[in-house]
């Protein structure tokens, strides 16, 4: 099932329904939000010397499947709206999941998303790393932190 909806959509409600359509457990889904060559971007989790920007729905879609077998019940909620025009967003949201590895997961972010026709086009995502360093790495901070 694809979000195949002519009608075009606000970047609020696009921002609203993609984050709603992670937690469907349809990374398929979740990837038919963005326009084929849009993009997510999480720039602070480069500092950790991993991808941060995924362009077009395959990387959208394999990078969903990834969290999502990571954490089936990743979901976002509390959505505040910051700033809003037609095509435009600026958000605060928070998310939470239980990983696999049994950690849990809380996260705040700060989101901006940018849309054209009805599909998003550019979504880039602020996070804290430590809760992400904590849920992802296998022995958390202990990874990043040496004692020489």
Excluded: C
Excluded at 7 to 18: G, H, M, R, V
Excluded at 28 to 47: C, E, N, R
Excluded at 112 to 139: Q, R
Aim: proline content about 5%; hydrophobic content about 35%; glycine content about 6%.
């Amino acid at each position: 099932m694809e979000n195949t909806n002519q009608q075009k959509k606000s970047a609020t409600s696009l921002l609203k329904e993609y984050l709603a359509s992670v937690s469907t457990g349809n990374p398929k889904l979740t990837a038919s939000y963005f326009a084929p060559d849009g993009w997510i971007d999480a720039p602070y989790v480069q500092s950790l010397g991993m991808p941060s920007k995924y362009v077009g729905h395959k990387a959208i879609e394999n990078t969903m499947t990834y969290l999502l077998s990571n954490a089936p019940d990743f979901h976002f909620k509390n959505i505040k709206i910051i700033m809003k025009s037609e095509n435009e967003v600026v958000a605060e949201y928070e998310s939470e999941a239980v990983f696999i590895n049994g950690r849990h997961y809380k996260q705040l972010y700060i989101g901006h998303l940018t849309s054209k026709d009805g599909k998003i086009v550019s979504h880039k995502e602020y996070l804290n790393m430590l809760p992400f360093v904590e849920a992802f790495y296998p022995n958390g901070l202990k990874d990043l932190i040496t004692n020489k």
